[in-house]
Nanobody, 126 residues
Framework: QVQVVESGGGLVQHGGSLRLSCVAS????????MGWFRQAPGKEREFVAA????????NYADFVKGRFTISRDNAKNTMYLQMNSLKSEDTAIYYC???????????????????WGQGTQVTVSS
């Protein structure tokens, strides 16, 4: 049974930064692609960023390009999302997601991910 736990969310001012972490347990982390999604109140869950199994390929939603950076440390079973230049529209619950197919790619569709964390709240004040 795979588990992922997000952390690092909080309240930040417009233009500020946060770094989210996602720690995986229950199986080898290194061989599987991971992603970040978010859901704002009253909106559907949307793709934010994804990273392939070895960190060599990343994929970003257009609205975060140049502001957010996804990375992973396989030795620590941890994925990160560095968020800079935050805007009020970035306010959402951020979810970590993982695939169960080894050597997967950095997919944008939620349906390509097999397990999810509980989420961490990010609130950006204007």
């Amino acid at each position: 049974q795979v588990q992922v736990v997000e952390s690092g969310g909080g309240l930040v001012q417009h233009g500020g930064s946060l770094r989210l972490s996602c720690v995986a347990s229950g199986r080898a982390f290194s061989y599987y692609a991971m992603g970040w999604f978010r859901q704002a109140p009253g909106k559907e869950r949307e793709f934010v960023a994804a990273i392939n199994w070895n960190g060599g390929v990343t994929n970003y939603a257009d609205f975060v390009k140049g502001r957010f950076t996804i990375s992973r440390d396989n030795a620590k079973n941890t994925m990160y999302l560095q968020m800079n230049s935050l805007k009020s529209e970035d306010t959402a619950i951020y979810y970590c997601a993982g695939q169960t197919q080894p050597y997967g790619t950095a997919e944008r569709r939620a349906a390509d991910y097999d397990y999810w964390g509980q989420g961490t709240q990010v609130t950006v004040s204007s």
